[in-house]
């Protein structure tokens, strides 16, 4: 049965939703790598059955939650520059650092590549190696979100991946629009479900760093760079 239009915004406000407080482990299940389980769990992704053009559609109407009243100074995306890097870019960049990588279309296309090391992001080694790298593209093929997961850290790994993510967001960006809990490795390790997070809102860019602790699956710590359109 076809989405209405009213159906695919009410999930594409959801999916926003999900980086809110309290809520970022629902977050990490609704990354490429969780999907298995959702579809074994009965949960399809709505975005098998529509167009690019309504997926757009929806993607920019529940950003518009999170969009700010000024234009960023700079869009730091792990390397990649938002609204610019082409698909065909990013192929031949994952064949440079001969990455396992895998396309997928649902509604628009993304890329999702596993085990990327860090110098293959522009910074240093010493962060380790992204577990899940997924890009996603706009109907024009260029760069809209770049998802980084770092799965099952120990606390103290943790702690200094966020300090680390959110430092260089700082150095470009100043001070965050929000901020939730505490960065050290204490803080993390304290309960299952302990979530820290910065946020930077701007009227055509948001970024996420989190750190949220699974029950039974470690710390994953989470980096999220997205375009935001400047429509309406």
């Known amino acids: 049965m076809r989405l209405t239009r009213r159906a695919v915004r009410r999930t594409a406000v959801a999916g926003v939703a ?3 407080v309290g809520t970022l482990a629902i977050a990490a299940l609704h990354h490429p790598a969780a999907r298995p389980l959702l579809a074994k769990a009965g949960w399809a992704c709505p975005s098998h059955r529509v167009g690019a053009a309504e997926v757009q559609a929806a993607r920019d109407y529940g950003l518009a939650a999170l969009r700010g009243t000024v234009r960023a100074p700079a869009r730091p995306a792990l390397g990649f520059e938002l609204e610019q890097s082409a698909e065909a870019a990013v192929l031949r960049w994952a064949g440079q650092h001969r990455l396992r990588c895998r396309s997928e279309t649902r509604g628009l296309r ?6 990327v090391p860090a110098g293959a ?3 240093p080694d010493s962060e380790g190696p992204v577990d899940s790298l997924t890009l996603a593209f706009d109907a024009g093929g260029r760069v809209v979100a770049v998802d980084a997961l770092r799965r099952k850290l120990e606390a103290r790994r943790a702690s200094d991946s966020l300090r680390a993510a ?17 960065s050290d490795a204490g803080y993390l390790a304290g309960a299952p479900f302990r979530t820290a997070f910065v946020r930077y809102r701007f009227r055509d860019y948001v970024a996420t760093v989190a750190a949220v602790h699974l029950p039974e699956g470690g710390i994953a710590v989470r980096e999220q760079y997205l375009a935001v359109s400047t429509a309406g």
Do not use: I, K, N, Q
């Open 18 to 20: 999900t980086l809110g």
């Open 166 to 182: 959110g430092a260089r967001l700082a150095e470009r960006l100043g001070g965050p629009t929000e901020t939730m809990g505490e």
């Open 121 to 123: 992001l522009g910074v």
């Open 110 to 115: 993304s890329l999702e590549c596993e085990d």
